[in-house]
């Protein structure tokens, strides 16, 4: 089994910056990409930001120049955190850290935290 875990959700203005972070551990034998999806009220799951096992990154054009991703390697966990910046109120949602072991199989969800951005 796999679990993440995320954490660094929260209220912020606009304009702000909020660091999200997500740690995968248990039986984590190979990864091929993890990121960041959201989903606001009323709106289908989205991906925000994707990094490959290669280090090579992905963003939606609605985040590009204000976030980025990267991940980091520890005895047991890999993490990935989401640096947020220039925060818009469409910026609000529910964000959930995304496992893709290989390509074609079944990813891992963590259980979502909630950004909400005031104006």
């Known amino acids: 089994q796999v679990q993440l875990v995320e954490s660094g959700g929260g209220l912020v203005q606009a304009g702000g910056s909020l660091r999200l972070s997500c740690a995968a551990s248990?039986?984590?034998?190979?990864?091929?990409?993890m990121g960041w999806y959201r989903q606001a009220p009323g709106k289908q799951r989205e991906l925000v930001a994707a990094i490959t096992s290669g280090g090579n990154t992905n963003y939606a054009d609605s985040v590009k120049g204000r976030f980025t991703i990267s991940r980091d390697n520890a005895k047991n966990t890999v993490y990935i955190e989401i640096d947020m910046n220039s925060l818009k109120p469409e910026d609000t949602a529910v964000y959930y850290c995304n496992l893709v072991p290989r390509v074609g199989a079944p990813s891992y969800w963590g259980q979502g935290t909630q950004v909400t951005v005031s104006s």
């Open positions: 248990g039986s984590i034998f190979n990864i091929n990409a």
